[in-house]
């Protein structure tokens, strides 16, 4: 082992990102069509969105009128309403205004130049049907020309002199962020991945019919916002070009060390340093002294594979769906699927057709939500207003936003009152006879199935997957069988089930999900005073503003506890709201001449006490799933809007902090 300063693991690292990122991501094309082209394009456009970028395109609030507001955006639902709600003679009303303002904007008769401050009210108004004084800088964010969450501050100018130098853990949603926010503020950062390629999640999760099952536009960057997604919902290798090709376009590569993976790091007290033990693929191994460590290899990482006995004795061929190995050739086989959460939705309709038989085992049935558009190509005609209005893919990324936001929340809220089971309030039970409707009326074919796929628990209260058919079809499949008896153990021909069965397969798939609850596993972490994170958290995950852990000074956990999206919102925009806290916990030290920083424990009390309560108060609680630690504390879960942790994030409170130390700007 060698121990080597940071500049020797990224021999460029030192070197900023250029900060002259391309704006828009995706170009805007002149408009060239006719008006019967226009109507046909407009005839297949999300309406609300498209009317919100012409209007300020062509500074025409007439096109947005105040009795149009969408009435969606005011309501309780989960599942959104195409064109927010609007009725028939609304949608027609809303097409004309939009036809008035293309054919403005095509020839050049609108005005021109950037939108007015009370432009974007007008605009943020019609999206939210609220006050939007508490929401404004958290909506500016997503729609503003250039890059509204860039840094405002350089390191050449607060601390020119000072050596410092962040490691980030993965490259994959949230370390690709990480290394462009800190790369424009000149922050000396370097990355290791233990893949040979960006992507993280989307780079490990290749398995058949893998893809998003959160909207693109609401999952795409803030300072990337891709317009021409092909599908709204895209599949894993449209993912993974999108993060590679952000990568590329803002020059990132040079700052990641690829193959190679963290497996110790302690903290020396006596610097303010962490030393990281850094192995690369060849099993070699190297130290490195860094000022700050962000990992970022998050909740869904580690592939959790049941400990069911017989296991190792089985003959044929085992994988997991994030570990997928594409030499398993599962045509004409009896294939077993294990599980029955998101990736089994995926690869079983995936693989039914190829395979001899499949057998799922289903512990607990998923709650579906309707999305007959899941595998569903953007129409043409939208994608045309995408590449030619602009702003408009903004305004539709912000929209979907919203919805996945305010309209899901108040579904899962508990009513303290409400004591009928299966649902935790009288809207949550709405939801779940209208969910329970669309179930059965898919089951024509096997309507014994009904009983096994309709949940016992509230909607809400587990991940809740997107439904368009599919999976009923294949459960319904003649060479289908849907198993709900537990597995008791694996033997070498095949599954065997409490009631005695034997279920004979030649190979078995893993649809079994993460080791959510287990951060940082795999790495030994020693902090400030000797304590191991693991020893510190004692099987139940906290961390202050979901990012930072007493006793382990800067130290910030990107996707770290708490920050499972279940109802409400965006990872993505977790996660870049997590690397401004960082960035800006950074900026204080350097502008403090702290050496590092740490929230006290006091801090991170009363932050969990508020969490916990506003977990109680969802539809998760208490509920045994991936949510809820072995404690039963929901140590996963995000409770509150994006608003919430928008303004959590924007910096340190002074306050709840403990600072260590005095820079050396020799070191």
């Known amino acids: 082992m060698t121990t080597t300063t940071t500049a020797e693991v990224a021999s460029d690292a030192r070197v900023p990102s250029p900060t002259d990122a391309r704006y828009p991501f995706t170009p805007i094309d002149p408009i060239d069509a006719t008006d019967a082209e226009l109507e046909a394009f407009v005839a297949q456009a999300e309406l609300p969105a498209l009317l919100i970028a012409l209007a300020l395109a062509t500074h025409d609030a007439g096109l947005i009128p105040a009795h149009l507001t969408p009435p969606h955006t005011k309501g309780e639902n989960w599942v959104p309403l195409p064109h927010g709600g609007w009725n028939d003679a609304q949608q027609t009303e809303a097409r004309h205004l939009a036809l008035r303002g293309l054919r403005a904007l095509r020839d050049g008769s609108g005005a021109s130049g950037a939108p007015s401050s009370a432009e974007l009210d007008t605009a943020m108004r019609f999206v939210i049907a609220k006050d939007i004084d508490a929401y404004r800088a958290y909506l500016l964010r997503e729609v503003e020309n250039e890059d509204p969450g860039a840094p405002t501050w350089h390191k ?394 007493p006793r382990f000074p800067n130290l910030f956990l990107t996707s770290g506890p708490n920050t499972a999206i279940a109802a409400n919102g965006s990872g993505t925009y977790l996660a870049e709201c997590a690397a401004d806290f960082t960035l800006e916990c950074v900026h204080v030290l350097l502008t403090s001449g702290a050496r590092s920083l740490e929230p006290t424990q006091e801090a991170l009390d009363r932050f969990i006490s508020e969490i916990d309560a506003a977990n109680e108060l969802r539809a998760w609680a208490g509920v045994r799933g991936w949510y809820l630690n072995k404690k039963g504390r929901a140590s996963q879960t995000w409770p509150h809007d994006m608003r919430a942790y928008f303004q959590m994030t924007r910096g340190p409170i002074t306050e709840d902090f403990r600072f260590n130390g005095t820079a050396d700007a020799n070191r």
């Open 156 to 549: 050449s100018t607060v601390a020119p002199d000072r050596a410092f130098t962040t490691l980030v853990i993965g490259a994959g949603v949230s370390g690709i962020a990480l290394l462009h926010r800190f790369a424009q503020a000149g922050v000396e950062v370097i990355a290791v991945e233990k893949e040979k390629e960006v992507g993280g999640t989307w780079w490990n999760n290749r398995y058949p019919g893998c893809r998003l099952d959160t909207n693109n536009y609401a999952y795409s960057y803030s300072f990337a916002r891709k317009g021409d997604w092909p599908q709204q919902f895209s599949r894993q290798p449209e993912i993974l070009n999108y993060l590679m090709e952000v990568t590329d376009r803002f020059n990132l590569r040079r700052h990641i060390r690829f193959e190679t993976e963290v497996v110790r790091m302690e903290y020396d007290a006596d610097a303010d340093l962490w030393e990281v033990v850094l192995r690369s693929s060849d099993g070699s191994e190297q130290t490195v002294r860094v000022d700050v460590v962000i990992p970022t290899i998050g909740q869904l990482n580690t592939p959790k594979i049941p400990d069911v006995e017989g296991r190792d004795t089985f003959t044929g061929p085992q994988v997991h769906t994030a570990r997928w190995d594409d030499t398993v050739d599962f045509a004409g086989r009896r294939v077993a699927v294990i599980g029955s959460g998101a990736s089994a939705f995926q690869v079983g309709p995936a693989l039914a057709p190829i395979v001899g038989h499949m057998t799922l085992f289903q512990r607990t049935a998923p709650w579906g939500m309707p999305t007959p558009a899941y595998y569903a190509d953007v129409p043409e005609g939208m994608l045309w207003l995408l590449r030619h209005v602009p702003g408009y893919a903004d305004w539709f990324r912000l929209w979907q936003l919203w919805q996945a936001t305010e309209g899901r929340l108040p579904s899962v809220t508990r009513d303290p009152a409400w004591t009928t089971p299966g649902s935790v309030s009288a809207i949550n039970e709405d939801l779940r006879q209208a969910l329970v409707r669309h179930i059965t009326a898919q089951y024509t074919r096997k309507p014994e199935l009904i009983e096994k796929v309709i949940p016992p628990y509230p909607p809400g209260a587990k991940r809740m997957l997107r439904d368009n058919g599919v999976w009923a079809e294949t459960l319904q499949r003649e060479n289908v069988e849907l198993v709900d008896s537990d597995i008791v153990r694996i033997e070498p021909s095949g599954i065997r089930t409490a009631d005695g069965v034997l279920h004979e397969v030649d190979a078995i798939i893993y649809a079994t999900g993460f080791r959510a609850e287990e951060h940082l596993y795999g790495i030994d972490v020693i902090g400030r005073d000797g304590t191991e994170i693991h020893d510190y958290w004692n099987g139940d995950t906290k961390a202050y503003n979901t990012i930072m852990v």
